[in-house]
């Protein structure tokens, strides 16, 4: 038993060593290959030689199940809203890190068991392995739906305070496109990242309506969706722009304002709780007490 325990454990180390390998290319492939313009130009983990030409024939088939599991376009798409560039494939690697950790924590459980209180059975062993390394897989992929839903938050606040500036700045005489890059290198925060991002689209030759949609798909916000397609039909049927986006700053303001009363009306059930299960069995042990106790004391 205490063999077989060994055995897991130094597996684990070498995958944890091949993970950290895989993620952190050497630094001569970093340098010369993205200069390189013959058939091994490009990415390091495409070159020959390099440790991530090896690495993919070890960790392909876990990212292909990691794929089925979580699904790669929700990753993709996960990845695009937390504003992280990179690849679907690195953030596979990372929580692939993840996954052995935990089975790591697994193995490191049972030996503490076999020295303290006695062999454990080897299936109880391996399902405890393995579940531990799906957890370590999931606790990863949550992370990331929770660094997603923070910023989608933060773009959500952030807008109505934008679409007023745009407003003001088109009031002013401004172009679309002018207004657009004047509030984008005065906005801060993840909503004024991604407007620099879609104004230097713009200055790479993208159109002005194809890079302002693409904000609206890249953040998957409700509210910026609508405010990027009323600016889009503003610009093509020529309506009013600062109207429409006064307009949209309005709704995005009352949205707020909806979600943030939705939000007190769950915090007062959720405060309700400690009263009904802590407070009042102690208010009513109190009040009842006494009474049992007289009935008990002067009763024959």
Do not use: K
Request: net charge positive; charged share 20%; hydrophobic share 50%.
């Amino acid at each position: 038993m205490i063999t077989a325990g060994v055995l897991i454990g130094l597996a684990g180390g070498v995958g944890l060593w091949l993970l950290g390998q895989v993620s952190r290319p050497s630094n001569l492939g970093r340098r010369v290959f993205p200069l390189v313009t013959g058939p091994y130009g490009g990415r390091v983990e495409d070159s020959p030689g390099s440790i991530g030409q090896l690495a993919p024939r070890l960790v392909r088939p876990l990212r292909t199940l990691l794929d089925h599991l979580f699904g790669a376009h929700n990753a993709r798409a996960r990845l695009t809203q937390a504003g992280l560039d990179e690849s679907v494939e690195r953030f596979r690697l990372h929580q692939l890190r993840w996954a052995v950790a935990g089975m790591a924590g697994a193995v490191l459980f049972g030996l503490v068991r076999i020295a303290l209180a006695g062999p454990l059975a080897p299936g109880a062993w391996l399902a405890l392995t393995l579940i531990s390394g799906l957890a370590g897989a999931c606790v990863a992929e949550q992370r990331l739906v929770r660094r997603a839903a923070r910023r989608r938050q933060r773009i959500a606040v952030e807008l109505p305070t934008v679409a007023e500036m745009l407003a003001f700045t088109v009031s002013a005489g401004l172009a679309p496109g002018a207004a657009l890059a004047r509030v984008a290198s005065r906005s801060q925060g993840e909503l004024g990242g991604e407007l620099r991002r879609c104004c230097d689209e713009v200055a790479a030759g993208v159109p002005l309506a194809e890079a302002v949609r693409e904000v609206g798909t890249r953040t998957s916000v409700a509210a910026v969706m609508r405010l990027a397609d009323a600016f889009v039909i503003a610009l093509e049927r020529g309506t009013p722009l600062a109207e429409v986006l006064r307009a949209q700053a309005m709704d995005a303001r009352a949205a707020g304002h909806r979600e943030l009363m939705e939000s007190a009306g769950r915090r007062e059930v959720m405060a309700l709780m400690p009263v009904v299960f802590l407070i009042l069995p102690v208010v009513v042990v109190i009040a009842v007490f006494p009474g049992v106790q007289a009935l008990t004391v002067h009763v024959p």
